[in-house]
């Protein structure tokens, strides 16, 4: 690293793509639309990645030159957290920002929290990356259909019922005198469906996705989640990430709307384009409806079989702000809507701040030995504000929106 400081100022980020198959493409192609750049002709626009991570670090440009942000934080950490972030992260960024667009579904998939997360990226790192766990929220841009999170035990042995060649598979069985049991002993019950649904060999896996799909076509009117398995049936023929879109909540997102998947909730996004913040780890642990690493077995030994993990996320907000409570130390997050001629001002600034434009134009102001300088910032640019810049100004002619991620 050449710099020798880090000048207390705004920075403009320089963000890049992650192409991954299940992303949107031409005509829909969102996430280069949205940054304003040219969309390549079939070239699949999954994730936007803005932050510090060592696969894919956002830069920042010095006097000419490009440097990668994590770099940077490296050799300047308090200049660009600030001495209390830098401190309790150990010199790095504790958050990973992204937009995320999905065309159809990603992996039937859970995050290990911290201390699985050490031990797998130990015995594994080439598959878990990171030492760290991944705590998440979505925030819908403009819709997210989801699964998340497991049905109740009613509702779980309801789909064994109508789907018999469900419960044949493995056997299952349930009297009248089971049907109100403990909580404790429903989550048990549920756990080992999964865990043996999960694990059925691959001519029962066969035969009964292929009856499930007919049995759904015969359907008048079939649920929201049984019209997800024949679209993903489509996409994946004989999977056994399927049988989780029967047994997991459909979720429906709306603008502004949000859901947060802690360690061990199981989960699939299905399609939208989302906002997505989460502590600063790749680490996924998959099982289906994917070509990449599948570990079966260490997702159903962490998994969260607790029905009531799945709650959409109910933003505090006032005429300008909406915050999303996230009970984790390494961001918190807000969406902030201006009419015409707001302003946001710092004065007492002491750590790393990311804002993104979702809509509109900004200034930003700020003083460097006492001169003032400004900069003009445009929907989709994401903008860095360092740990030493004390005081900042955001001011807008028409309406805009921003999201602001910082440390609590």
């Given at each position: 690293m050449d710099l020798k400081n880090i000048s207390?100022?705004?920075?403009?980020?320089?963000?890049?793509?992650?192409?991954?198959?299940?992303?949107?493409?031409?005509?829909?192609?969102?996430?280069?639309?949205?940054?304003?750049?040219?969309?390549?002709?079939?070239l699949p626009y999954a994730e936007l990645w803005i932050g510090a991570h060592p696969k894919l670090?956002?830069?920042?440009?010095i006097d000419g030159k490009y440097y990668s942000l994590d770099k940077v934080i490296e050799a300047f950490p308090n200049e660009i957290l600030g001495e209390r972030v830098a401190e309790k992260f150990n010199n790095k960024?504790?958050?990973?920002?992204?937009?995320?667009?999905?065309?159809?579904?990603?992996?039937?998939?859970?995050?290990?929290?911290?201390?699985?997360?050490?031990?797998l990226h130990a015995k594994d790192p080439i598959n878990y990356p990171d030492d760290n766990h991944k705590p998440e929220i979505a925030i819908a841009l403009d819709r997210l259909n989801a699964i998340v999170g497991f049905k109740s035990f009613q509702e779980?042995?309801?789909?064994?019922?109508?789907?018999?060649?469900?419960?044949?598979?493995?056997?299952?069985?349930?009297?009248?005198?089971?049907?109100?049991?403990?909580?404790?002993?429903?989550?048990?019950?549920?756990?080992?469906?999964?865990?043996?649904?999960?694990?059925?060999?691959?001519?029962?896996?066969?035969?009964?996705?292929?009856?499930?799909?007919?049995?759904?076509?015969?359907?008048?009117?079939?649920?929201?989640?049984?019209?997800?398995?024949?679209?993903?049936?489509?996409i994946f023929g004989n999977d056994v990430g399927l049988l989780s879109i029967l047994l997991f909540n459909y979720v429906k997102l709306e603008k502004d709307e949000a859901i947060f998947t802690d360690a061990g909730i199981p989960h699939a996004y299905l399609e939208g384009n989302i906002i997505e913040c989460m502590a600063n780890s790749?680490?996924?642990?998959?099982?289906?409806?994917?070509?990449?690493?599948?570990?079966?077995?260490?997702?159903?030994?962490?998994?969260?079989?607790?029905?009531?993990?799945?709650?959409?996320?109910?933003?505090?907000?006032?005429?300008?702000?909406?915050?999303?409570?996230?009970?984790?130390?390494?961001?918190?997050?807000?969406?902030?809507?201006f009419s015409k001629h707001n302003e946001h001002i710092e004065e007492n600034n002491s750590s790393i701040k990311i804002i993104l434009i979702i809509y509109g134009n900004f200034i930003v102001e700020w003083k460097e030995d006492n001169v003032t300088f400004s900069r003009e910032f445009e929907k989709g640019e994401a903008i860095l504000i360092p740990g030493n810049l004390k005081s900042y100004k955001l001011t807008n002619s028409h309406s805009a929106k921003f999201v602001m991620v910082e440390v609590p």
């Open positions: 207390p100022k705004v920075y403009k980020l320089y963000n890049s793509y992650q192409n991954y198959d299940w992303g949107t493409k031409n005509n829909n192609a969102f996430i280069p639309k949205f940054v304003g750049d040219e969309v390549e002709k079939d670090s956002s830069k920042i440009l960024l504790p958050f990973l920002l992204k937009i995320l667009s999905a065309d159809r579904a990603l992996s039937i998939q859970t995050h290990p929290n911290k201390s699985t997360a050490e031990i779980i042995v309801k789909i064994l019922t109508k789907y018999i060649e469900l419960a044949d598979a493995i056997k299952f069985s349930l009297n009248e005198n089971q049907k109100n049991l403990p909580v404790e002993k429903q989550k048990e019950i549920v756990k080992n469906v999964y865990a043996e649904l999960m694990n059925i060999g691959e001519d029962t896996l066969i035969k009964v996705i292929t009856s499930i799909n007919e049995k759904i076509k015969s359907e008048n009117n079939p649920l929201k989640e049984e019209k997800e398995f024949l679209k993903q049936f489509r790749d680490n996924v642990v998959r099982a289906g409806l994917t070509e990449k690493y599948k570990d079966v077995e260490t997702l159903l030994s962490i998994l969260n079989y607790d029905s009531t993990s799945n709650k959409k996320m109910k933003p505090y907000h006032n005429s300008t702000t909406f915050k999303y409570p996230t009970p984790i130390d390494e961001f918190k997050i807000s969406i902030n809507n």
